[in-house]
């Protein structure tokens, strides 16, 4: 029973970190696109200035994604914590149970 509590805690606390990573990555990419906009030769009647809105807006939704994911990884380190103590203290009654017996 312990192993599939830990094995589900584990799973809890990892899957934000693999969001985190595609994050990362969406924001690496969009600051390329980003430079390659910028450097680009022409304006393109426009379509390069509101193609670096667009990137720029998109930057910032990505930025505050990773900020409310970091929140939310410190709330499920806590949970996490909270299931960790609360396993310890059933393990220690049922110890006690099977050692009365």
């Not at 969009?30 to 022409?42: H, I, K, N, T, V």
């Not at 009647?45 to 930057?59: D, F, I, S, T």
């Amino acid at each position: 029973m312990r192993s599939f509590l830990v094995v589900l805690a584990l799973v809890a606390l990892l899957a934000p970190a693999v969001r985190a990573d595609e994050l990362d990555d969406a924001k690496s990419s969009l600051q390329s696109a980003r430079s390659s906009l910028q450097s680009a030769g022409s304006d393109y009647q426009g379509h390069r200035k509101r193609a670096l809105e667009h990137v720029q807006q998109a930057l910032a939704e990505v930025n505050l994604a990773i900020k409310v994911g970091n929140q939310n990884e410190k709330k499920d380190e806590k949970k996490a914590g909270q299931i960790d103590k609360r396993i310890d203290q059933l393990e220690k009654q049922r110890d006690k149970l099977h050692n009365a017996n």
